[in-house]
């Protein structure tokens, strides 16, 4: 059957896949959110399971796995063809074994909820899969069920609770989203208030973790020294729901994005900038079905596009010798993979690729909402992020490990430390390189 159903998976693949997931219903039963048994699988996805020729090239990208997580996108598939084909089959007609019934359950038969768990949403499994195999919509489906049956890490349903009643996961009032701009030497305009060229929207992470928030304050900077218009929704803001959804909270992400969506929509501007490439996939490609559809750009692009026009101008080539890392939501889910390394020739950095790039880069471990976890019982391996590490200290001579994502700044500054190369590498956002190259005076914190 291969034969036939690795083309008809093939061709039939989703372009949008990861990029945008698909929505429940409004009318939605408790029995319908997500998948629990193999007779509720698509017909589509009964196809990609059949389609798989066990080559285990997904088993090999996969960052959990690679960590000793009990996740392995191959053996997921697997395990769910056997207990589909015998759903399907002669041993469900017989009744031989309840675990192949077309209603037995997945989660606890077949698959263990920590597998499902383990998934980081990062989608080298999808990219790199020779027959079209979608495992991450797959694992959503499994996760939409067990959050609405209650089935989740601790630390997640609670960081749930906190974003729907403050709005973002730290927890923090909303007055203090935008406070981090106080530091500057310049008023930043309310955008709901007055008309803006770019809407910012600068996302949880970039709006109160203290690391961050100098990062958001170094952009800020360029962006005022370079004349572009800009302001913030400040209070407004809500977390923008990327890793809720992918996480399996469907509900929230409906009303974080339906909050969002209407606070934007009462504001005069002509693009979104986002600090967050998890912001900027779901509100680039998830919020159009819910009404939202506007040009978005990543703080990436916008500063390519700032230095090609002038608008911008180093005084001097850093001279510093870098590895950049992609982050996932970013580069294999909107193929942003050429802005950031412009950027970095443009300030005069020196470019080193870790083995590992663009496609082929190597997940931090906080995507698809792991971020929000507690750490799995993990069978040695380092974390991603410390492997990542690893990776990007076996390079000679480096200086900085550059990023350009918030996710990745907290995950990367701690991953220096735990994987014991404090003192060999720096790191950067990407910003705050632009800023150096342009020798911008800053306000001494008080």
């Not at 020729?53 to 395990?79: E, M």
């Not at 263990?112 to 383990?118: A, C, D, I, M, N």
């Not at 973002?168 to 208030?193: C, M, Q, Y």
């Not at 910012?200 to 020294?225: K, M, T």
């Amino acid at each position: 059957m291969h034969m036939l159903t690795a083309p008809a998976s093939v061709a039939t693949r989703d372009d949008m896949v990861g990029r945008r997931l698909e929505a429940l219903p409004e009318d939605a039963k408790p029995e319908e959110v997500g998948v629990g048994a193999v007779f509720e699988l698509s017909q589509r996805h009964l196809i990609e399971l059949d389609a798989c020729t066990k080559c285990g090239k997904c088993h090999v990208a996969c960052p959990a796995q690679a960590t000793g997580y009990p996740l392995s996108p191959r053996d997921l598939v697997l395990d769910l063809r056997e207990q589909a084909e015998g759903a399907y089959g002669a041993r469900s007609a017989l009744g031989v074994d309840p675990r192949y019934a077309p209603d037995a359950a997945i989660i606890g038969n077949t698959i263990r909820p920590e597998t499902v768990w383990s998934c980081m949403q990062c989608m080298a499994c999808v990219e790199i899969c020779p027959v079209g195999i979608e495992h991450v919509p797959i694992i959503t489906h499994l996760r939409r069920r067990l959050v609405d049956v209650g089935e989740m890490d601790p630390l997640l349903q609670s960081t749930f609770e906190t974003i729907h009643e403050s709005g973002n996961s730290f927890g923090e009032p909303t007055r203090k989203r935008g406070r981090w701009a106080k530091e500057l030497e310049f008023e930043v305009k309310d955008a709901r208030k007055e008309p803006v060229e770019l809407l910012w929207f600068v996302g949880d992470y970039a709006s109160f973790d203290p690391r961050n928030q100098r990062v958001s304050q170094a952009l800020a900077r360029i962006l005022h020294r370079a004349g572009v218009d800009f302001g913030l929704l400040f209070e407004a803001e809500r977390n923008a729901g990327n890793d809720v959804r992918r996480a399996g909270e469907e509900g929230l992400f409906t009303d974080l994005a339906e909050s969002n969506i209407e606070t934007i929509s009462g504001c005069d501007f002509e693009r979104i900038l986002t600090s967050d490439p998890h912001s900027f996939n779901t509100i680039k490609n998830e919020y159009p079905s819910l009404g939202g559809a506007w040009e978005v750009v990543h703080h990436s692009q916008l500063l390519l596009e700032l230095l090609e026009s002038g608008a911008l101008t180093p005084s001097k080539p850093l001279g510093y010798r870098v590895t950049y890392h992609d982050p996932c939501a970013l580069g294999r889910y909107n193929g942003v993979y050429d802005a950031p390394r412009q950027v970095l020739a443009a300030v005069g950095c020196e470019l080193v690729e870790m083995p590992r790039n663009r496609d082929n880069s190597f997940c931090c471990g906080a995507g698809g909402g792991r971020i929000w976890m507690e750490e799995l019982q993990a069978g040695g391996g380092p974390r991603p992020s410390e492997s990542r590490i690893d990776e990007a200290t076996s390079l000679s001579n480096v200086r900085y490990f550059v990023v350009c994502c918030p996710k990745d700044v907290t995950m990367y500054e701690d991953a220096i430390k735990t994987s014991g190369h404090q003192g060999e590498i720096e790191l950067r956002e990407l910003s705050e390189l632009v800023l150096e190259s342009l020798d911008v005076p800053t306000r001494t914190p008080s």
